[in-house]
């Protein structure tokens, strides 16, 4: 079919997820048609580095025949096996026990779900349980970060703080509150890490003795807040806060899906800080994209107080249909693999090191005001002042010229629509590809600057 009846049907039947639904009608559609490697041909024939994953997710890169065999393997063998009625499959299982021998501490109980936003609302789901069922049914409120994301199902994305997935859907809800997020290069408290540090902590305390300790359950938090314009707290930070939540009596919850799997240089982005949370959200870098699985994880307190606590013979009422699917798990099984025994961790953080040194030389870009990188993920926020750091006004459109920008040099990254750009390329890039990317990434820069428009409004 000719790509553009393709863009057509498109426009006619596909809702896109979180777009103007009339702007993308005018816009119409990229169709993208192969990928290897770290790039991405659309249906232009146009090759395009993809400095995003996908959607933060393909960590091991594209075309990867050990995956495509590993899931065919399993579609002949068992495409389908449900986990209720106490039915199992062996990559479920196996896949289960390889993610908790390398998840931090106790976390050694893992339910599969489809994505992330099932995994945190499963999480949710599985807090407010604990707590009911051991006796304190009052610990219902949750606390996250503003600028934070936690997925876009009806109860995660009332923790999520990000204005349009609020905005038009009755969310959050009453009992779903957020303080500030550490946001070094913006925070009112002072940018040094101790400050940074204790107001964070400060917030939180703060916050739970207005709802009072009894009624708050937990504290969702990314290690690196990702769609909220990749902020990177300060060495210590999510240490500090665990503590903070241990000493407050209240669970915390670390969402791991852009961070997990090797995207920050560690496997899970809590190693940074030798943390272990009580309940861990993954998805993404756990099937690398090859096809849809997320999980949460509970640790033996949690997993232990749930199973000893519930009624006798009970079915805990949780469940999804492909939960602990065998083709994902099949898949996860092969991506585990990779990371580890295939080298694709080490390659990251090879890669990463290098990415880091690239992206920090920027800073002298007249464009821009902070660089922020852990690993292979990075926010590069674009200011027209960088004394007195402010963000481009609305009317110079920055965010839809680096878009265009982006796709005429040959480069995905994510445009932020408050002037952040969002990279995370795949675990597999090389040196070179890092230089190739970062070099693209200037180039796009420097046609911002030819712009006269956004020229004019630089600071002298
Ligand atoms: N949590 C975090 C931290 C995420 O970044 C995302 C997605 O980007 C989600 C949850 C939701 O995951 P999904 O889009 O797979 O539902």
């Known amino acids: 079919m000719r790509a553009n009846s393709l863009i ?15 702007g993308h009608e005018k816009r119409g559609a990229t169709v993208l048609q192969s990928a290897k490697g770290v790039m991405l041909t659309d249906s232009e024939g146009r090759e395009l580095i993809d400095g995003f994953s996908g959607l933060w997710c393909v960590n091991v890169g594209y075309g990867h025949e050990s995956i495509v065999e590993a899931a065919a393997e399993q579609m002949r063998r068992l495409p389908y096996a449900t986990g209720y009625f106490h039915f199992s499959s062996e990559p479920a299982i196996r896949l289960a026990a390889g993610i908790a021998e390398l998840a931090p501490g106790d976390l050694n109980h893992v339910y599969f779900t489809l994505g992330g936003s099932d995994a945190v609302d499963s999480a949710v789901r599985f807090i407010r349980y604990f707590y009911n069922v051991t006796g304190r049914p009052t610990k219902k409120h949750m606390i ?65 003795e207005e709802l009072g300790a009894e009624n708050v359950a937990a504290f969702f938090v990314e290690p690196v807040q990702g769609s909220g314009g990749v902020i990177v707290p300060p060495d210590g930070w999510l240490k500090a806060m665990r503590e903070a939540c241990r000493e407050l009596d209240i669970l915390f919850v670390a969402d791991e899906v852009i961070t997990g799997f090797g995207r920050t240089g560690p496997l899970f982005g809590c190693e940074h800080d030798g943390v272990v949370p009580d309940l861990m959200t993954v998805a993404k870098g756990l099937t690398s994209g090859y096809s849809p699985m997320g999980a949460v994880l509970l640790s033996d307190t949690i997993y232990r107080a749930i199973a000893d606590n519930a009624p006798a013979g009970k079915p805990i009422g949780h469940g999804f249909t492909y939960s602990a699917h065998p083709v994902s798990a099949a898949v996860g099984l092969e991506v585990l693999r990779l990371y580890t025994e295939g080298g694709i961790l080490a390659n990251g953080q090879r890669s990463g090191a290098h990415f880091t040194q690239r992206l920090q030389a920027m800073e ?30 609305a009317d110079l459109k920055v965010a839809e010229h680096l878009s265009r920008l982006g796709y005429e040099k040959g480069l995905i990254f994510r ?25 693209r990434f200037e180039a796009v820069l420097d046609g911002l600057l030819e712009i006269p428009d956004i020229r004019g409004a630089l600071a002298a």
């Open 415 to 439: 445009a932020f629509a408050d002037d952040i750009v969002g990279f995370a390329p795949p675990l597999v890039c090389t040196i070179e590809e890092i230089d190739l990317l970062v070099d």
């Open 364 to 393: 002298s870009h007249p464009l821009v005001g902070d660089v922020r990188v852990r690993g292979l993920l990075a926010g590069v926020e674009l200011v027209t002042d960088k004394q007195k750091r402010l963000k481009p006004t």
């Open 144 to 208: 996250a970060l503003q600028r934070g994301y936690h997925g876009s199902s009806t109860v995660g994305a009332g923790l999520t703080a990000l204005p349009v997935f609020h905005d038009g859907f009755d969310a959050p809800m009453p009992i779903q509150h957020h303080i500030a997020s550490p946001y070094p290069y913006r925070n009112p408290n002072g940018s040094d890490d101790a400050s940074v540090i204790a107001s964070s902590v400060a917030a939180l305390r703060d916050k739970v």
């Open 8 to 22: 057509e049907l498109d426009r006619e039947h596909l809702i896109h997820p979180v777009v103007s639904w009339s």
